[in-house]
């Protein structure tokens, strides 16, 4: 993680603290009422008007903060994910068709799996067991010839 990142992350983290401290102190709608009447205006730290415009522009620009913030870390993040490109993960090639040209071959379906440009060399228990399934896919598609297949996106 890049140091930008971590700095963000920081501001993050503190943003959202104080975004939550500033919604706890927040009085509810219900207390506007007792306010009306003169009920606590005199020992508010604000004055008579209290601090509910300052609380709610405070909690506004906190709100924008975050969001901004939590953007730019998913910016940063895509930056990243696309500079490390497919490097160690493993790309399934297909042996594509002309729109003439059958498979005969009951191989050519079979995606190649390559990692990193080389064919993968897999544990030989694990081959033989992806062969005896394949035989058996192979022998399914056999005795269901009756069963219509899946057209070609051709």
């Not at 008579?48 to 901004?68: D, E, M, P, Y």
């Not at 913030?69 to 696309?82: D, N, P, Q």
């Not at 005896?132 to 069963?147: G, K």
Request: aromatic share 6%.
């Amino acid at each position: 993680m890049g140091t930008i990142e971590t700095v963000l992350l920081s501001l993050l983290v503190l943003d959202a603290v104080a975004l939550t401290v500033l919604v706890l102190l927040q009085q509810g709608k219900g207390a506007d009422v007792g306010a009306a009447f003169g009920a606590g205006a005199s020992n508010t730290m604000f004055g008579s008007v209290g601090a509910a415009s300052f609380l709610t522009k405070a909690t506004a620009w906190l709100a924008i903060g975050f969001f901004a913030i939590a953007f730019s870390l998913a910016y940063f993040a895509k930056e990243r994910a696309e500079s490390a490109g497919t490097l160690g993960i493993p790309t399934v090639q297909t042996n594509e068709l002309t729109s003439g040209q059958e498979s005969v071959d009951s191989d050519a379906d079979v995606p190649a799996l390559e990692v990193n440009g080389a064919e993968s060399e897999l544990d030989p228990d694990l081959n033989e067991a992806l062969d005896q399934v394949l035989d058996q896919v192979e022998d399914a598609q056999n005795d269901n010839d009756d069963v219509p297949s899946l057209p070609n996106d051709s």
